[in-house]
């Protein structure tokens, strides 16, 4: 058993010799623990350097010095030169994650006054008060005694999920949905307060909906002269 045992150690150390792979013995045994059986391979030309301590040669008497065979040994090299890196391979290449989108976030703030929908980018900042009250009063401008609703604002995206489409143009067709819901009979369409807020439709509005552009509630607030030109343009649909 232990013959057996000793020759198929010199086996798989001949056949790593030929591969030129690097094998390691320990130099002496560790204290308090069994000697260590130390075996090496006997070649045509002993090397001149001595045995490390305790090490003795172990050649089966009934084999002779084996050698691995040259088939397996030309497969082997075969193998290894024709080995390509793990990353240039196609199955890597298929696995790479996906590329993030780059994904905008923003925020459009919807109110219904005066039998319209009124929308306004926030542009990162919370509707003020003001804007609301400025709302209304152009409401009651086109309907007298209308009041002013707040209706939930629009955020995008919607979802976190890089696998669906949240460009530009999704963000477009989701909010023209979103509106779609909050147009009733009696609306008359859509004032896009700032060129801000008419870009985040991406040209697109709810079929039929009338669309009035108006300058965004922040600018009708810092210059009280654009409200001239907000009224000029709300006047023909006043109800009388």
């Not at 075969?78 to 993030?100: F, G, L, W, Y």
């Not at 989108?101 to 926030?122: H, I, K, N, P, Y």
Request: hydrophobic letters at 40%; a neutral charge; proline letters at 9%.
């Amino acid at each position: 058993m232990a013959m057996t045992l000793a020759a198929n150690e010199i086996r798989r150390r001949t056949y790593l010799q030929a591969l030129g792979i690097d094998q390691y013995v320990s130099r002496r045994n560790l204290p308090g623990a069994a000697p260590t059986r130390r075996l090496i391979i006997q070649s045509a030309q002993p090397k001149t350097a001595p045995l490390a301590s305790g090490a003795a040669p172990i050649v089966p008497a009934t084999e002779p010095p084996l050698q691995a065979p040259s088939g397996m040994l030309r497969e082997a090299l075969n193998q290894t030169r024709d080995a390509k890196p793990e990353s240039s391979s196609p199955m890597a290449a298929e696995t790479a994650p996906p590329a993030e989108q780059t994904v905008e976030q923003f925020s459009v703030a919807v109110l219904r006054s005066g039998g319209w929908l009124w929308l306004q980018d926030l542009a990162g900042l919370p509707l003020a008060r003001e804007q609301v009250q400025l709302v209304a009063a152009m409401g009651k401008a086109l309907a007298p005694g209308a009041s002013v609703e707040t209706l939930p604002q629009f955020d995008w995206p919607m979802h976190q999920n890089q696998q669906l489409d949240l460009g530009t143009e999704a963000a477009a067709m989701t909010l023209n949905t979103f509106l779609a819901r909050h147009l009733t009979d009696t609306c008359q369409g859509l004032v896009l307060l700032g060129e801000q807020t008419v870009s985040r439709l991406g040209g697109l509005a709810p079929e039929s909906a009338r669309c009035l552009i108006l300058p965004a509630t922040r600018d009708l607030l810092a210059t009280p002269g654009l409200k001239q030109q907000a009224w000029r343009l709300l006047k023909p649909h006043a109800q009388h």
